[in-house]
């Protein structure tokens, strides 16, 4: 059973920078399709970034191309989201997820029914 705890959310000014982590436990061995989501209050869950642990370059949503990278730490199992120039519509709930879809599909999805594994998520708040 993968578990995924989140950390390193706060409120920063915009413009600002914060990194998120996420530690994953009970891998299997296999590779992940690992992502994060953001849900701003009274909208949908939306994906930010997407890797896939077993190689490839990282994708990442419109919204936030050029200024957030996702990256992993395989040694410690650990997954980080480096936000950079923030902006208030980036206020969010922060989402670690794993999936391990990729066997299947042949590629990582930002589809939320396509991940099964969940943090508790982390809050982010940018004001302006």
């Known amino acids: 059973q993968v578990q995924l705890v989140e950390s390193g959310g706060g409120s920063v000014q915009a413009g600002g920078s914060l990194r998120l982590s996420c530690a994953a436990s009970?891998?299997?061995?296999?590779?992940?399709?690992m992502a994060w989501f953001r849900q701003a209050p009274g909208k949908e869950r939306e994906g930010v970034a997407i890797i896939y642990t077993g190689g490839g370059s990282p994708t990442y949503a419109d919204s936030v191309k050029g200024r957030f990278t996702t990256s992993q730490d395989n040694a410690k199992n650990t997954l980080y989201l480096q936000m950079n120039s923030l902006k208030p519509e980036d206020t969010a709930m922060y989402y670690c997820?794993?999936?391990?879809?990729?066997?299947?599909?042949?590629?990582?999805?930002?589809?939320?029914?396509?991940?099964?594994?969940w943090g508790q998520g982390t809050q982010v708040t940018v004001s302006s």
């Open positions: 997820a794993a999936s391990a879809s990729y066997s299947r599909l042949r590629f990582c999805s930002d589809r939320l029914s396509e991940y099964n594994y």
């Open positions: 009970g891998y299997t061995g296999r590779s992940y399709c």
